[in-house]
């Protein structure tokens, strides 16, 4: 069945750096797309960016265009996300979601939270 | 990217019809046939409902059903169960400048 692990979340300080990693298992993670989606505390979804199949496209959310990277390793099914300069408001859960046979985000990892504060 | 709309909160008894709206613009949700909604309990991960407007994945009940008319797009949950309470947030592909995926504020149900 399809699996989706985050790690790499933790408590940095504003301004920090911090990588996230979501490990795939369960399907061909080769050829389909993947998200990442944020969630504040006690708040709603965020999207956040999204990759294709094989990296040849990525797109971002505005809040976190020229800070965030979104990568993939196909050869080890590891979707990655480089957060820099964070910011107060990048806290919260951040879950990497699928795009398989069910379209966008269908399957969800258990998310991982991300604190910035000082 | 403005978040759809979505009522704060909705309620129902059990057996009950429930139905969610979503509202958009030609960008997203009137644009695409590409909306999805997803349901999350407290503390847990969101899960996947209904796809492209008003396709169901596999071992989802067919209590709930989508569909879309404009750029308003609905859920709705028939033979409501205690289990059915929870938030549930519609997503829409967009493409304003560049692709990219628009959630709305989310909809907590509560079952009476």
């Known amino acids: 069945q399809v699996q989706l692990v985050e790690s790499g979340g933790g408590v940095v300080q504003p301004g920090g750096s911090l990588r996230l990693s979501c490990a795939a298992s369960?399907?061909?993670?080769?050829?389909?797309?993947m998200h990442w989606v944020r969630q504040a505390p006690g708040k709603g979804l965020e999207w956040v960016a999204f990759i294709r199949y094989d990296g040849s496209n990525k797109y971002y959310a505005e809040s976190v265009k020229g800070r965030f990277t979104i990568s993939r390793d196909n050869s080890k099914n590891m979707l990655y996300l480089q957060m820099n300069s964070l910011r107060a408001e990048d806290t919260a859960v951040y879950y990497c979601?699928?795009?398989?046979?069910?379209?966008?985000?269908?399957?969800w990892g258990q998310g991982t939270l991300v604190t910035v504060s000082s | 990217q403005s978040a759809l709309t979505q009522p704060r909160s909705v309620s129902g008894s059990p057996g009950q019809s429930v139905t969610i709206s979503c509202t958009g613009t030609?960008?997203?949700?009137?644009?695409?046939?590409?909306v999805s909604w997803c349901q999350q309990h407290p503390g847990k991960a969101p899960k996947l409902m209904i796809y492209d407007v008003s396709k169901r994945p596999s071992g989802v009940p067919d209590r709930f059903s989508g569909s879309k008319s404009g750029n308003t797009a609905s859920l709705t949950i028939s033979g409501l169960q205690a289990e059915d309470e929870a938030d549930y947030y519609c997503?829409?592909?967009?493409?304003?400048?560049?692709?990219?995926?628009?959630f709305g504020g989310g909809t907590k149900l509560t079952v009476l």
């Open positions: 030609s960008s997203d949700v009137g644009g695409y046939n590409y």
């Open positions: 979601a699928s795009k398989t046979l069910y379209g966008n985000f269908d399957y």
């Open positions: 369960g399907f061909t993670f080769s050829v389909y797309g």
């Open positions: 997503c829409s592909y967009a493409d304003t400048y560049t692709p990219n995926w628009v």
